[in-house]
């Protein structure tokens, strides 16, 4: 296997417009949170503890619409219209049943508030933006079905100007919502999420205006000749996002949860923990989107049957993956100091966030790997590995590791939450060997089956 120069430019191509995309989103959470913040702090608290019920649980039912990737990628590949047809459409019923699910589990959020043992003001106002953003949900799916279509035949970047619009209604919609302007009522932080079920449905509309003017998905007809629900088709589709949901469940509870088993070492430790996990989530976004890239270019591939094109692009994507990573991390680590500054103007804080900043350069190179297998395992269409060695690798290692070396005098000093960050990078490290072999083991696979 050899590095391919025109396979890295390819998927950097198809990468940064999905990049820019994800920035863009995580911009909104960005306006959400500086905007709540002005109306007060009870605002700003209850705005967090809403997202932090109500994020892990829409994330990880994307997590299931997100096979579709893969799926349209192959068909593309080997120039299967029907088949795109099919399973877009069939992942429009699943789309339903899973904002049924949606509705479902906002019924239990009042349960889970109340055990959270804050002011009934702060939980009226979370569960209050649970109400407003549940009517969202659907939008978010369609939304994530459609962008799933035209990344997979090779069109990332309606994903980023989609973005933007969601952007600016986002903002919009807050001034309203938040403040009560032109008439409306001022709901507060719970107005952020009657501004994003908003957003959602304005970014499904925007992808559904763009799908009818795009030629390339307009040849598609997606929308007619619209088929029943086929229990086989819906099932395969979720068979294959399952991994993937629960893999994203993993990880956002991993790092959700963590706050709360240092909560008790006191403000430095959380404030220190939460910059160095709110950059290492904006660095995230790099090999996420080439990740997104590769399950796009491995599934073309794929279906075109280009084996030794396939095997020359995977080893190329980890090539890259590898190289970005430690570009990424070296000038993280480089500015570590002036990143969390710009954080806080507390001492103990900002020496905190910085030791902690650098476990997180440590673990981009693991992570990178490991986010680039999950790609070209979608875009294989072999997804079951995932759940097993993400659930073992961030959990059964990762956090026990990093509660022991936290919390416990077992294996050294209780470190705080450092410890816990070590942790992390012995789960991802992990995690990356495992997914590493699994594609090698599916790659050798098809190669034999195909000779």
Not at 73 to 82: I, K, L, V
Not at 287 to 306: E, H, T, V
Request: a neutral charge; hydrophobic letters at 55%; proline letters at 3%.
């Amino acid at each position: 296997m050899k590095f391919s120069h025109w396979e890295s430019k390819r998927l950097l191509q198809l990468a940064t417009p999905v990049f820019f995309a994800q920035i863009t989103l995580i911009l909104m959470s960005v306006v959400d949170t500086m905007m709540a913040g002005q109306v007060s702090a009870n605002d700003l608290a209850a705005l967090s503890i809403a997202t932090g019920v109500w994020n892990p649980l829409t994330f990880s039912l994307q997590g299931l619409i997100l096979a579709l990737t893969g799926i349209v990628a192959h068909c593309h590949g080997a120039n299967d219209r029907s088949g795109i047809k099919y399973y877009f459409q069939q992942s429009i019923y699943l789309a339903l049943l899973l904002t049924l699910a949606g509705f479902a589990l906002a019924e239990f959020t009042p349960l889970i508030f109340e055990r959270l043992g804050t002011t009934e003001s702060i939980t009226s106002l979370s569960q209050q933006y649970i109400d407003f953003v549940k009517w969202g949900v659907m939008g978010f799916l369609l939304f994530s079905i459609y962008r799933n279509v035209t990344e997979g035949v090779g069109l990332t970047k309606p994903a980023f100007y989609i973005s933007i619009v969601g952007l600016i209604v986002n903002v919009f919609a807050n001034y309203v919502f938040i403040y009560g302007k032109f008439g409306m009522p001022a709901y507060g932080s719970a107005g952020c999420g009657l501004a994003t079920a908003l957003v959602f449905w304005a970014m499904a509309i925007s992808q559904w205006i763009y799908c009818n003017r795009s030629k390339t998905m307009c040849a598609l007809s997606l929308l007619s000749d619209f088929a029943n629900p086929q229990p086989s088709g819906i099932s395969y589709i979720a068979r294959l996002g399952i991994p993937i949901c629960l893999a994203t469940f993993f990880e956002v509870t991993l790092f959700a949860c963590i706050p709360l088993f240092i909560a008790d070492l006191g403000a430095i430790a959380v404030s220190g923990h939460q910059i160095a996990a709110n950059v290492t989530a904006i660095l995230f976004m790099m090999p996420l989107s080439l990740s997104m890239a590769i399950a796009i270019r491995i599934g073309n591939l794929a279906g075109q049957q280009a084996y030794e094109q396939l095997r020359t692009a995977i080893f190329t994507s980890f090539c890259l993956a590898a190289i970005i990573s430690v570009f990424v991390a070296l000038i993280t680590l480089i500015g570590r100091d002036s990143i969390a500054w710009l954080y806080t103007n507390n001492d103990e804080v900002a020496l905190l966030a910085s030791s902690i900043i650098v476990l997180a350069c440590v673990y981009q190179l693991p992570d990178a790997l490991q986010v680039a297998a999950h790609g070209v395992l979608r875009g294989l269409k072999y997804t079951k590995p995932i759940t097993y060695i993400t659930f073992v690798s961030y959990w059964l290692i990762g956090f026990s590791l990093g509660y022991i070396l936290a919390k416990t005098n077992l294996i050294v000093p209780a470190m705080g939450a450092i410890g816990f960050w070590i942790g992390i990078i012995v789960g991802l490290t992990v995690a990356a060997v495992f997914l590493l072999l699994s594609v090698r083991a599916r790659l050798a696979y098809i190669l034999a089956d195909n000779q």
